[in-house]
């Protein structure tokens, strides 16, 4: 057995913030080598134990800086991305990204994060894959484009979108118009995202004839949804009956993706979130796939992510003020 030292110098990068808060990032990725001694000294980082680790070591290594420079940040989602087999290729540069579609006036609709590459590949090996998340992480951008991708291959026949009216409790009638125009506010990110990647003319006609159909949930009880792309949005917001019932809806040929956002749940506070539940319940059987994604993923303007982060500090804060003072408030 070989055994040996790395002094690995941290050039051109914040260390600190590389390493985490109180060197979070650091204890995630020894935690990935308990055979290897891990120190670091500011810049430095010394790595002692078996050759063979050593240099797995430093593959890894490479591959975390690689994805610091890129991004500015580095999270513990992202390391345990990329300490997977397939993490170097989860990594490769927007520039070399496989194309999901080409959209509407020449864009060009690719996997732009860490996690929207892996929801790429997870889509890929599973029938059915929950997507969580912050909001602005392209959860649903990066589903709808796949929906379309497999449509235009004729993978499916057909595009299902749906998610919970939750906000008008799935009661509509109080509301003026027609159903169509009851329920368009709720679903209009869904119509949002389509109108990037298929012409007007061409979206509207394949609404008119059932080819994409954007619905509420409430409309997919009873029905056995086949040869379909169908995705969940908001998926949050449903209860875990409802859940149930949508995932039961699966037919032979189907792909379903699950989408949502578990820290905006709109639920009345006693009502468990479908969303949690399933997810620690099915996140081990075999053909369904979870994917995860984090603060590092937001894509719509950069202050979204520290309003994020503000807020989940705050939060924090609130949760530990409640715990040491009872039900005093805050």
Do not use: W
Not at 66 to 79: G, S, V
Request: aromatic share 6%; glycine share 8%; hydrophobic share 40%.
């Amino acid at each position: 057995m070989d055994l040996g030292t790395r002094n690995i110098e941290l050039s051109d990068i914040n260390a600190a913030a590389f390493f985490g808060v109180n060197n979070q990032n650091l204890k995630r990725i020894k935690s990935y080598f308990p055979k290897l001694s891990v120190t670091a000294r500011g810049h430095l980082i010394l790595v002692k134990g078996e050759e063979e680790l050593l240099d797995y070591f430093e593959v890894k290594l490479n591959l975390l800086l690689r994805h610091f420079e890129k991004f500015n940040q580095l999270t513990e989602n992202n390391i345990d991305n990329l300490m997977l087999d397939e993490g170097e290729k989860l990594l490769n540069d927007d520039d070399g990204s496989e194309t999901i579609v080409h959209g509407n006036g020449g864009l060009k609709i690719k996997a732009r994060t860490l996690n929207q590459k892996k929801l790429v590949e997870v889509l890929r090996k599973n029938d059915m894959v929950f997507c969580i998340g912050p909001a602005g992480t392209g959860k649903t951008y990066t589903a709808v484009a796949l929906a379309v991708q497999a449509l235009k291959k004729k993978e499916v026949k057909k595009i299902i979108l749906t998610r919970p009216a939750v906000e008008a409790g799935e009661n509509l009638g109080f509301l003026p118009g027609d159903l169509k125009e009851k329920l368009d506010p709720y679903l209009m990110p869904l119509y949002d995202a389509l109108r990037d990647m298929i012409p007007p003319e061409r979206l509207a006609e394949m609404i008119q004839y059932g080819v994409i159909e954007i619905a509420p949930l409430a409309f997919m009880r009873g029905r056995t949804l086949d040869k379909a792309f169908v995705i969940l949005d908001e998926a949050q917001n449903t209860t875990i009956m409802q859940m149930k019932m949508f995932l039961t809806r699966m037919g032979m040929t189907a792909k379903f993706v699950i989408t949502g956002d578990m820290s905006q749940v709109d639920l009345p506070r006693k009502q468990r979130s479908g969303l949690t539940y399933a997810c620690r319940i099915l996140r081990d059987i075999e053909g369904i796939g979870v994917v995860e994604m984090g603060n590092s993923d937001i894509i719509r303007h950069k202050i979204i992510a520290k309003i994020i982060s503000a807020f989940e500090k705050q939060e924090e804060l609130d949760k530990k003020f409640k715990e040491d003072h009872g039900n005093q408030g805050v």
